[in-house]
């Protein structure tokens, strides 16, 4: 009886394993990317404490509409002109 957990006749389990070259990159690129989350992970969380925040924040420059928000927004009808 074969379920579909079996291995078909005659394939081996690392036939699917690509060039020493591409699984090496992949290690490093993977190393790398923990060595970022590992950085990351060591810095202190943002502060959730109401006292913390600046109650005023003043604006800073202008608020600008780009063409192409300005043509998804005309086409959803909010008419941003």
Same mark, same amino acid.
């Not at 190393?31 to 800073?60: C, F, G, I, N, Q």
């Given at each position: 009886?074969?379920?579909? *957990?079996?291995?078909?006749? =005659?394939?081996?389990? $690392?036939?699917?394993? =690509? *060039?020493?070259?591409?699984? *090496? /990159? %992949?290690?490093?690129? !993977?190393?790398?990317?923990? $060595?970022?989350? %590992? /950085? /990351? /992970?060591?810095? &202190?969380?943002?502060?959730?404490?109401?006292? %913390?925040? &600046?109650?005023?924040? !003043?604006?800073? =420059?202008?608020?600008?509409?780009?063409? !192409?928000?300005?043509?998804?927004?005309? !086409?959803?009808?909010? $008419?941003? %002109?």
């Amino acid at each position: 009886m074969s379920t579909s *957990t079996d291995r078909p006749e =005659g394939r081996l389990t $690392h036939a699917d394993l =690509g *060039t020493l070259a591409s699984m *090496t /990159a %992949d290690a490093q690129a !993977a190393s790398r990317a923990l $060595h970022l989350l %590992d /950085a /990351a /992970a060591r810095r &202190p969380a943002p502060s959730l404490a109401y006292d %913390d925040y &600046p109650r005023e924040v !003043a604006k800073t =420059g202008e608020v600008r509409v780009d063409v !192409a928000a300005q043509r998804i927004a005309n !086409a959803l009808e909010l $008419h941003l %002109d």
